[in-house]
């Protein structure tokens, strides 16, 4: 099925391991997003990519990096995981407005 | 900075009961508006967008939503609730040349059968 393909789908590390959550979409959408949720935040930006290319800062990017490997692919990186950083991790891409997301990644940092 | 408020955090109904979830945003120029739904350990599907034209919008599952741009308001409604409606829901704001989507907190409805 055509969409957003996140993995992994689950993933538990140790504080200060490092980790890379893929992300591939074969719509041919030009915008990519990386989300985090948590329970009674809603969904929060981390970063995202209007372009291929290109890489902005959303509202809660520290801690992360993010590459846009090309079109379909747009991986978030934690360098050193923190207990804070347990969570949902949603990645979305975007023709223009509207927005298809994956099925998340559940990390959880111990 | 814009923001997106949910003031519903939790909601409890009863099946057959009538449903409204607000949503209000903070920004005064031209905004694309959504709802999305989150079942139990599914990802977010989208219920319904207004980008212009008639302000009450029709999404899948009889839900409907109005926006009403002196309130800046977009909330939620379903006439009668089923038990299968149990998820949370989110509004989401798309602000044009931001090029990014703005979500509210999350409503999380319960529906007891």
């Known amino acids: 099925n055509a969409g957003v393909t996140q993995t992994p789908k689950f993933q538990v590390l140790k504080t200060g391991q490092s980790m890379t959550l893929q992300c591939a979409q074969d719509m041919n959408h030009n915008s990519m997003y990386w989300y985090r949720q948590d329970p009674g935040m809603g969904l929060r930006l981390i970063y995202y990519s209007a372009s291929e290319g290109t890489t902005d800062k959303g509202e809660v990017p520290n801690g992360y990096n993010v590459s846009r490997l090309n079109k379909r692919e747009f991986s978030l990186r934690l360098e050193s995981a923190a207990p804070s950083q347990t969570s949902v991790y949603f990645c979305?891409?975007?023709?223009?407005?509207?927005?298809?997301f994956g099925s998340g990644t559940r990390l959880t940092v111990v | 900075a814009q923001s997106v408020s949910q003031h519903n955090h939790h909601v409890i109904l009863s099946e057959a009961a009538s449903l409204e979830l607000g949503c209000n945003y903070s920004y005064g120029g031209t905004v694309n508006l959504f709802w999305y739904v989150q079942y139990p350990g599914q990802h977010l599907q989208l219920l319904l967008k207004y980008f212009s034209g008639d302000p009450l919008v029709k999404g899948i599952k009889g839900f409907e939503a109005e926006f009403i741009k002196s309130k800046f308001s977009f909330n939620l409604r379903k006439p009668s609730v089923q038990w299968s409606d149990t998820a949370e829901y989110f509004c989401a704001v798309h602000i044009q040349g931001a090029q990014k989507l703005v979500f509210g907190q999350g409503t999380r409805l319960t529906i007891n059968p």
């Open positions: 979305a891409s975007s023709p223009d407005r509207s927005y298809t």
